[in-house]
């Protein structure tokens, strides 16, 4: 199955080039390559998503999506937005696909995880359309539309904590603009179970960094290494803040240079000072209260939650 392409590959190398130029990759730029994959392995090895397969099972999400989001004789588009490998999508195909009219859209920048998906999902007989697309995008909000104007429902879903890594005033507007009324977004989160310090050093600790050698740090490194930077002229930290806002915590990740480095992408030139940092992952933990009343507050109703130590499910609905 081809992708349809909304993005092209000289675009994606502009966008990288001025995220470099101001210090800052943004997330969508670091599944590319052996990162894609390399996801999966951090997957694995994640105490969140460990703790959460021995306490919850794949029919957790299923009933979910049967008590809040399909009806018969209803005709839907499910639009993946930041797909990965679409492992969950799959389980829910596996599961009610015989008993409703569904059409598959996912959405991802990274060819490479598209290509993930379509093999994960290639044995199921699913009506489906990979999308390759920075759905933030003007052009792909005019596109998704075209695409899916005739169906009853559109459902979007950001699964396996994608929402995790988005600045929450960027997203809310994103999100408001792409969705019609009534339309729904389903949201796989981190949250936090508490506000004192000990909670935020249980978090802090989650993510661990050793000197180049976990997985999160190959997956981040990939993007610098793979194009321009040796291992040895770099490291990673970690920082951890609050967004009083929305009660949140952000925990930021530094790509650290050690010396003075020159680039050339795109026949332009970008000099890199030793000990500058470039800020190249964010994750946050929501307090469930702020965010509930976040949404509302542009014009979203709860729909349902359901807790899982520190994952939960948000349903939201555009009125």
Not at 3 to 24: A, G, K, M, P, V
Request: with cysteine; aromatic share 16%; proline share 1%.
């Amino acid at each position: 199955m081809s992708i349809y392409n909304i993005i092209s590959d000289s675009d994606i190398t502009s966008e990288i080039s001025q995220c470099l130029r101001n210090r800052y990759l943004d997330q969508k730029f670091l599944y590319d390559w052996e990162a894609a994959s390399l996801y999966y392995k951090f997957y694995e090895e994640d105490p969140l998503f460990t703790h959460s397969k021995k306490n919850s099972d794949e029919l957790d999400i299923i009933w979910f999506w049967l008590k809040n989001c399909f009806k018969k004789g209803e005709r839907v588009a499910l639009i993946s937005l930041w797909c990965w490998n679409s492992h969950i999508e799959r389980d829910i195909f596996k599961n009610i696909w015989d008993d409703f009219d569904i059409d598959y859209f996912w959405v991802d920048l990274s060819k490479d995880m598209l290509k993930l998906s379509e093999k994960n999902l290639e044995n199921l007989n699913i009506n489906k359309k990979l999308i390759c697309a920075d759905f933030s995008s003007e052009k792909f909000i005019d596109e998704i539309y075209k695409l899916t104007k005739k169906y009853d429902k559109r459902i979007f879903t950001f699964f396996s904590n994608t929402f995790w890594n988005i600045n929450h005033t960027n997203i809310i507007d994103l999100l408001y603009n792409i969705l019609n009324s009534w339309e729904q977004i389903w949201l796989d989160v981190r949250i936090r179970n508490g506000n004192s310090t000990k909670d935020d050093l249980e978090i802090f600790n989650i993510h661990k960094l050793d000197n180049n050698k976990t997985t999160l740090e190959k997956i981040l490194g990939s993007v610098f290494v793979k194009n321009w930077i040796a291992l040895e002229n770099w490291y990673f930290s970690k920082v951890l803040k609050k967004e009083d806002s929305v009660n949140a915590l952000k925990l930021e990740f530094y790509f650290n240079l050690k010396n003075k480095l020159v680039i050339d992408i795109k026949w332009q030139k970008i000099t890199l000072l030793p000990w500058e940092k470039i800020k190249c992952q964010q994750i946050y933990y929501h307090d469930p209260e702020k965010l509930i009343d976040f949404f509302k507050e542009h014009n979203f109703r709860l729909v349902d939650k359901e807790i899982k130590w520190h994952r939960w499910q948000f349903l939201f609905e555009k009125l």
